[in-house]
C-alpha cells in the first residue's frame, strides 16, 4: 500500500490525524528530511500515548510494551517501535553533533540530512501503518 492511500485511510477515520499525517507526506515530498522525521516520531509517540490512555510522563518504552501486551499491535510491530524509539532518541534527545547512527555497519551522523532520508524511508511505512491501525482499532 502506498503512503497516500495510508495517509488517506487515516484521514477517513480522523481527520486531525489525517491532517497531521499529510503534512508529514508532503514535507517528504518536498525532501523536508528533518521536519518530517522529527514529525513522524512525535505523531507516532502521540497516538501510541492516546491508544494506551498513557501518562504524560510514561517513558515511550512502557508504553510500546503496553500496547503490545494488550494486542493493540503485534510483537513485529512492537520491535519496529523500539528501533523507532532508539533512532527517535538519538533525534530528539542529542546535541546533534558527534553522534551517529550504525545501521548495517555504516555511520550516519545525525546532522546530515541524508541521514534523515535513510530513517524517515525506513520508518515511514511501518509507523503510518501501526498509526492507521490503532486510530481505526481503538
Known amino acids: 500500500m502506498k503512503m497516500l492511500d495510508i495517509t488517506n485511510d487515516i484521514s477517513a477515520s480522523d481527520r486531525s490525524v489525517g491532517w497531521m499525517s499529510l503534512q508529514i507526506y508532503k514535507c517528504a515530498e ?19 500515548r492516546w491508544a494506551s490512555n498513557a501518562d504524560i510522563k510514561e517513558t515511550l518504552i512502557h508504553i510500546i510494551n503496553r500496547v503490545s501486551d494488550e494486542d493493540l499491535i503485534t510483537k513485529k510491530e512492537a520491535r519496529a517501535l523500539h528501533i523507532m524509539r532508539e533512532y527517535r532518541n538519538g533525534y530528539l534527545h542529542s546535541d546533534f553533533h ?4 550504525q545501521i548495517d555497519g555504516m555511520l550516519y551522523p545525525v546532522n546530515d540530512e541524508e541521514t534523515a532520508k535513510i530513517l524517515f524511508s ?17
Open 30 to 48: 518536498e525532501q523536508k528530511w528533518y521536519v518530517a522525521l522529527a514529525s513522524l516520531f512525535m505523531l507516532t509517540e502521540q497516538i501510541l
Open 98 to 101: 558527534g553522534f551517529a547512527f
Open 122 to 138: 525506513a520508518l515511514e511505512v511501518p509507523c503510518f501503518r501501526i498509526i492507521r491501525k490503532l486510530i481505526i482499532s481503538v
